[in-house]
């Protein structure tokens, strides 16, 4: 089934066509420039932003595809969570699009959506756990198959992204600064006693990053010239860091991939019978990431499910591909859907 898929949950808004699971063309027009000056996403701007690129990200995408606008047999939409304006403004162009055309629609969890989308680079493995890192939940799930996604353990406070936005923010890093800290800190050994790793004593699965954005906090005050002159400093060509900057970048990766592995190993240990493990949004295209759970994965014989980089951040592949397996199991909406801001829609 030729599927449409639409994200405008935030500051991305994507678009891309998947058809029996391949992915035939995407587009993305990001917004993270014109919120970068205000230090985070303006929830006005991002609305307004959406409303004027989608359109013209459609006739785009069909051009690339090569594909006829008739072609496309359903419309798939991020439903949430994520920003009420923005996601309304991709629900509106959604059900008027699944209405004129007289095609089906789905609306989208955008969190199962960002772990399933390793579907367009792997065979999809189930029982599995799985491990959502974004700018605004950090979530474990164990997953039966698409369509039967757990919540086993979350965050009490800020997310891992957040917690790598909320630093590089002490540092007078642009936003998104998690980025940057993983560019930095690369080619550095970490301290692994520079940050405390939050919220491990205990026997659950559920994840705490405030005390070490604070521990962060504290430090920089005692070193003020971490903090750059100007937001833009580490983007000037040539930038290097400082021993005591790139120790600090470094280590504080380190301490989050390291925080993400004990809770996902722990899971691994409650669920012995599964086979694969999902890793996925913003902060799992963080290279220290990346390597501790392909480590993970190896030492305990499980399938890694990582997609590539561009596919962690959010993306409308993501979107397209979980939109065609909801549509493939009977799973479509009425065009009374509604947008679910927060909590699991
Ligand atoms: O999944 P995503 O694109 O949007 C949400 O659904 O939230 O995640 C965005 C988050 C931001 O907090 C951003 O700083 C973080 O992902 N991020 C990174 C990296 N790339 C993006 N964090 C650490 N290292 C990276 N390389
Ligand atoms: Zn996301």
Same mark, same amino acid.
């Given at each position: ?5 639409i ?5 991305e ?19 993270v420039?014109?919120h970068a ?8 701007l991002a609305?307004?932003?959406?409303l ?13 595809a090569? +594909?006829? /606008?008739?072609?496309? @047999? ?7 969570? =994520? %920003? !009420?304006g $923005? ?10 699009f699944?209405y ?14 960002? +772990?399933? /989308?390793?579907?367009? @680079?792997?065979?999809?493995v189930?029982?599995?756990? =799985? %491990? !959502?890192? $974004? ?42 600064? =998690?980025?940057h ?9 970490p ?14 699965l559920?994840?705490?990053f ?10 920089v005050h ?5 903090v750059?002159?100007s ?25 989050v991939a ?19 493990l999902?890793?996925a ?5 963080n ?20 997609p ?16 065609e397996?909801l549509?493939?199991?009977g ?6 859907l ?8």
């Open positions: 089934m030729l599927c449409l898929g994200e405008s949950s935030c500051d808004t994507a678009m891309a066509l998947v058809r029996d699971g391949v992915l035939l063309g995407e587009r993305i027009a990001s917004q420039d014109m000056v205000f230090g985070g996403v303006v929830p006005e609305s307004r932003e959406h004027r690129w989608l359109y013209p990200l459609l006739d785009e995408l069909l051009q690339e090569g +594909l006829a /606008v008739s072609a496309i @047999e359903c419309v798939a939409v991020s439903r949430g969570p =994520g %920003l !009420l $923005s996601l309304l403004v991709g629900l509106g162009f959604a059900k008027g699944a004129g055309r007289g095609i089906p629609l789905v609306g989208v969890n955008h969190l199962p959506a960002h +772990l399933l /989308v390793a579907g367009l @680079e792997h065979k999809l189930f029982p599995a756990i =799985g %491990l !959502l890192v $974004s700018g605004g939940h950090t979530h474990l799930y164990h997953m039966r198959s698409p369509v039967e996604v757990e919540l086993i353990g979350r965050t009490l406070d800020d997310a891992a992204g957040e917690a790598f936005d909320k630093v590089a923010k002490l540092l007078n890093f642009p936003y998104p600064g =998690g980025k800290i993983d560019r930095l800190g690369k080619g550095t050994p301290d692994h006693n520079l940050f405390p790793r939050p919220y491990l004593h205990n026997d659950n559920d994840f705490s405030s005390g070490l954005k604070t521990a962060v906090l504290q430090y005692k070193h003020a010239e971490l750059m002159p937001m833009d400093a580490v983007l000037q060509p040539g930038f290097e860091p400082s021993t005591a900057m790139a120790c600090l970048c470094s280590s504080f990766n380190w301490t390291e925080t993400l592995r004990v809770k996902t190993e722990r899971a691994l240990d409650r669920y012995p019978d599964v086979r694969g999902y890793v949004g913003g902060a799992a295209a290279s220290v990431v990346r390597k501790v759970m392909e480590d993970v994965a190896a030492r305990r014989n499980k399938t890694l499910l990582l590539s980089p561009s596919l962690c951040t959010d993306n409308g592949a993501m979107i397209a591909f979980y939109g397996i549509a493939n199991a799973l479509f909406h009425g065009l009374d509604e947008a679910v801001p927060r909590g699991k829609p």
